[in-house]
Nanobody, 127 residues
């Protein structure tokens, strides 16, 4: 059973940068590069929303409109890790950020299409 764990969250001032990491483990017959990966976030009182998605090889990426041009998703398959580089952050980027794996197809930003989730890492942006 594949597992993922996020790290890199913290407190950052508006306009600053932060890099989140998600490391996967527990592979059996599949390897990390068999998994498309996603990043989601959830602010207090709001629904979980898709932030970004990256394909198995890293060739294809998607972003929500709210982060496009500011966030960059990437992956290092040799290290079983996917990253979310967050630049020019805004207070509305505050929330718990989750890594999601084992995308089964469908809308990339739909949380129901992922089978594996991390526990999240908190990002707080101060104004």
């Amino acid at each position: 059973q594949v597992q993922v764990a996020e790290s890199g969250g913290g407190l950052v001032q508006a306009g600053g940068s932060l890099r989140l990491s998600c490391t996967a483990s527990g592979f059996s017959d599949l390897t990390f590069d068999d998994y498309a990966m996603g990043w989601f976030r959830q602010a207090p009182g709001k629904e979980r929303e898709g932030v970004s998605w990256i394909s198995w090889s890293g060739t294809y990426t998607y972003y929500s409109d709210s982060v496009k041009g500011r966030f960059t998703i990437s992956r290092n398959n040799a290290e079983n890790t996917v990253y979310l580089e967050m630049n020019n952050v805004k207070p509305e980027d505050t929330g718990m950020y989750y890594c999601a794996a084992d995308w089964v197809g469908g809308l990339w930003s739909g949380s129901k299409f992922y089978k594996t989730w991390g526990r999240g890492t908190q990002v707080t942006v101060s104004s």
